[in-house]
C-alpha cells in the first residue's frame, strides 16, 4: 500500500479564497482524522470519521472549515473563506478498527494564506 | 481536557549515546495507549512505538524502548546508541478513545556528531 496520499503537498492562496485539502486513507482502515500543526497550538484533531461517518467535529475551529468523506478511499477538508490564520500543516491520518494500533499519517499538506 | 507534557523543548546528544525523552500525561481511564512519533525535518509524522496501559512489559521497538511507569503516568521514551538520522522533533500522544490521539508538544532532539 502506498501509504496515506495527501495533495496538494503546498498550496499558497489569498486571503478570502477557497481551499480544498484532499486525503486517499490507506485502504481499508476505518478512521481517517485531520490534524493541523502549527507553532502556537502544536498538533490538534480536527475532526475523525469512522467508516465514512463524521464523529466528532470539535476541534473544527470555526464555520469556515468543513469536512466531507463522500466514500472509503476519499476525504477533503475544505476552508471558505480562507484566512491568514489558517496557515499551517494540515495531516490526515488513517488508522484500522484494532486497538492500539497507530494511526499512519500522510506527508502533509503546508498551507500558506497571504 | 486531558493533557501531554513534554518538559524538555530541546535536547543536545552526542551520537552513540542513549537518550530519554520525557513523557507524563493526564489521564482518569483505566486503559489507553500511548504512541511515539518522530517527525524529521522534511515534516511527515514516523510512528515508533506503542505502549497499551495493560501490557505487562515495556514495549521495545529495536533501539527504541519505552519507560512506562504507569503509576507516575509517565512514558519516557529511551533510544540506545544514538545516530546522526535520529535528529528530529519527537512527540509523545495518548489516545483518548476510538483512535483519536492528543498530542505534546514536542522534544526536538539534536544529535551531535
Known amino acids: 500500500d502506498a501509504g496515506v496520499i495527501q495533495s496538494p503537498r503546498h498550496e499558497v492562496t489569498e486571503m478570502g479564497q477557497e481551499v480544498t485539502l484532499r486525503c486517499k486513507p490507506i485502504s481499508g482502515h476505518d478512521y481517517l482524522f485531520w490534524y493541523r500543526q502549527t507553532m502556537m497550538r502544536g498538533l490538534e484533531l480536527l475532526i475523525y470519521?469512522?467508516?465514512?461517518?463524521?464523529?466528532?467535529d470539535s476541534g473544527m475551529p470555526e464555520d469556515r472549515f468543513s469536512a466531507k468523506m463522500p466514500n472509503a478511499s476519499f476525504s477533503t477538508l475544505k476552508i471558505q473563506p480562507s484566512e491568514p490564520r489558517d496557515s499551517a500543516v494540515y495531516f490526515c491520518?488513517?488508522?484500522?478498527?484494532?486497538?492500539?494500533?497507530?494511526?499512519?499519517f500522510g506527508q502533509g499538506t503546508r498551507l500558506t494564506v497571504v | 481536557a486531558q493533557k501531554i507534557t513534554q518538559t524538555q523543548p530541546g535536547m543536545f546528544v552526542q551520537e552513540k549515546e542513549a537518550v530519554t525523552l520525557d513523557c507524563t500525561y493526564d489521564t482518569s481511564d483505566p486503559s489507553y495507549g500511548l504512541f511515539w512519533y518522530k517527525q524529521p525535518s522534511s515534516g511527515e509524522m514516523i510512528f515508533l512505538i506503542y505502549?497499551?496501559?495493560?501490557?505487562?512489559q515495556n514495549a521495545t521497538e529495536g533501539r527504541y524502548s519505552l519507560n512506562f511507569q504507569k503509576a507516575r503516568k509517565s512514558a519516557n521514551l529511551v533510544i540506545s546508541a544514538s545516530q546522526l538520522g535520529d535528529s528530529a522533533m519527537y512527540f509523545c500522544?495518548?489516545?483518548?478513545?476510538?483512535?483519536?490521539?492528543?498530542f505534546g508538544q514536542g522534544t526536538r532532539l539534536t544529535i551531535n556528531p
Open positions: 470519521f469512522n467508516n465514512n461517518v463524521p464523529i466528532d
Open positions: 491520518a488513517s488508522s484500522s478498527n484494532e486497538g492500539g494500533t497507530e494511526a499512519f
Open positions: 500522544a495518548r489516545d483518548q478513545g476510538a483512535q483519536k490521539l492528543v
Open positions: 505502549q497499551g496501559s495493560y501490557d505487562q
